[in-house]
């Protein structure tokens, strides 16, 4: 049977979506940037809704002429063919109801945005940077398997190799929205290269995925900023410790602190180094939205919260154990290089089913 609070629902949202249509075609609306990049988001962000809707009305239409046939037909051939359709389609109802459930979930508004990612090395000394280095290139490789970009903004270095820090931008479709459940606590078991007695030490690096500002998101005064130029420091060539390119920002107000060196140019070092400051200034206010989320949901940390344990990595057992949904998976090298998207979706799947039970959608 057909959900008709749920049915009632989409034919709302069907005349908010046309309404959409309409306005965002109206060149008072389209001359008025702001208006029209939060209504085509909008647009866009109920479009599988609308998609999934259209195909849940063609399989209700199947089974409500499937049982007419049943009833009226009295030829077996016919009545068979009746019966498989009624029980395609019923599949088919149970499948998009379940679907539309989950889209008809409040979505997090900042899921769409790209992402800043932040891994810094945690205890542990130097074998702490080379995880660092490790998670750093296991989500570059994650990153170019989805198609999207990664631009580094500023690194530093450990002094046997990995990273102590190093900040990066990831572009694409719905990248914050994906790489959220990272942020926390990454811990590493294994025997470290300086070990000379081949003894297990435990050593942790931690992640911050933080959903960058745009210009819409922030107003930011220039006359709150500090800039300062100094030489840059690691690779890059000739430019580097000989041209003042490399940026630091500081936002007198709040004390953030960000600094770019990753180019040759001044210019695009500064312009990366304020997206990044708008990003952190934009996220105080969005942390306190997501420290309301984690005190309902405590399986799942989208809290950012670096104090957090969230996943081990034991090398000499081969396996990766995520603490929040108790998931050991025994492809360590696997996830290394890059293959997480497993862990992402039962962390998706988790939350899903955390925030349906807090929802009204029966």
Known sequence: MPDHSILEKLETIKLRFEEISQQITDPDITSDMKRYIKLNKEYRDLQPLITSFGEYKTALNNLEDAKQI????????????????????????????????????????????????????????????????????????????????????????????GYKEIVFNVTGDKVYGTLKYE???????????????????????????????????????????????????????????????????????TGIVVQCQDEKSQIKNFEKALNELRTRIYNLEYQKYIDHIASKRKTMVSTGDRSAKIRTYNWSQGRVTDHRINLTLYNLQSVIDGDIQELLDKLQMAENAERLKESDII
């Open 70 to 161: 049943l009833e009226q037909e009295k030829d077996e051939e016919m009545r068979d063919l009746a019966k498989a359709e009624m029980e395609e389609s019923t599949a088919t109802l149970d499948r998009l109801e379940e679907n539309i459930k989950l889209l008809l979930l409040p979505s997090d508004p900042e899921d769409s945005k790209n992402a800043v990612m932040e891994i810094r090395a945690g205890t542990g000394g130097d074998e702490a940077s080379l995880f660092a280095g490790d998670l750093f290139r296991m989500y570059q490789k994650y990153i170019e398997s989805r198609g999207w970009k990664i631009e580094v903004t500023n690194i530093s270095e450990g002094t046997s190799g």
């Open 183 to 253: 942020s926390g606590v990454h811990r590493v078991q294994r025997v470290p290269k300086t070990e000379t007695q081949g003894r297990v030490h435990t050593s942790a690096a931690t992640v911050a995925v933080l959903p960058e500002a745009d210009e819409f998101d922030i107003d930011l005064q220039m006359n709150d900023i500090r800039k300062d130029t100094f030489c840059s420091s690691g690779p890059g060539g000739q430019s580097v410790n000989t041209t003042y390119s490399a940026i630091r920002l500081t936002h007198i107000p």
